[in-house]
């Protein structure tokens, strides 16, 4: 269970700050909620409390776990399927996970393959939502702003190996 003020992550929207707990009917069912407010788009999600363990709902990583995130997106590309669609479906699940570093894995192969031979539109879509999951929880992680983290994160793959 989690309180107001805690720093969580949801998977697949990013990392926030537990604002509240409400009662609220949807769909004719009255349920607890925890109001998640995200710093990236000031935008609030409610997520069920009674199934929090089924969506991944997860305490933000420590401050000292940072640097492994930066050690995985340094990290050369493993050798990826050829496959569009597998490729797809195996980035997909990392980001559903939850977990900070294989979300860090996608933005990673997807940041070189973009540099290397350009990403599809759905690739593209996908790049921008992990970036985006990994620059929120890296906000509240280290709580910075998010100018910062985009700029560290540019940093890093400009240092990259062509």
């Known amino acids: 269970m989690f309180n107001v003020g805690d720093r969580v992550v949801y998977p697949m929207h990013g990392a926030g700050i537990i604002e509240s707990i409400e009662e609220k009917e949807i769909l004719g069912a ?9 710093p990236l788009g000031e935008m609030k999600v409610l997520i069920p409390i ?23 997106l340094k990290g050369a590309q493993p ?8 490729r797809y479906r195996t980035h997909l699940e990392k980001i559903k996970s939850g977990n900070i570093y294989e979300v860090a894995e996608v933005v990673r192969n997807l940041m070189l393959r973009e540099r290397e031979k350009g990403l599809s539109t759905g690739e593209s879509k996908m ?16 709580g910075i702003e998010q100018t910062e983290v985009i700029s560290t994160l540019d940093n890093i793959f400009d240092q990259a190996p062509k």
């Open 30 to 38: 009255t349920k607890k909620y925890y109001v998640m407010k995200l």
């Open 127 to 142: 790049l921008d939502t992990a970036r985006q999951i990994l620059i929120s929880e890296l906000i509240l992680v280290q």
């Open 50 to 72: 009674d199934n929090i363990s089924q969506v991944g709902l997860r305490e933000v990583i420590e401050e000292g776990e940072v640097p492994q995130v930066f050690v995985i």
């Open 79 to 86: 050798e990826l399927s050829t496959n569009w669609n597998r």
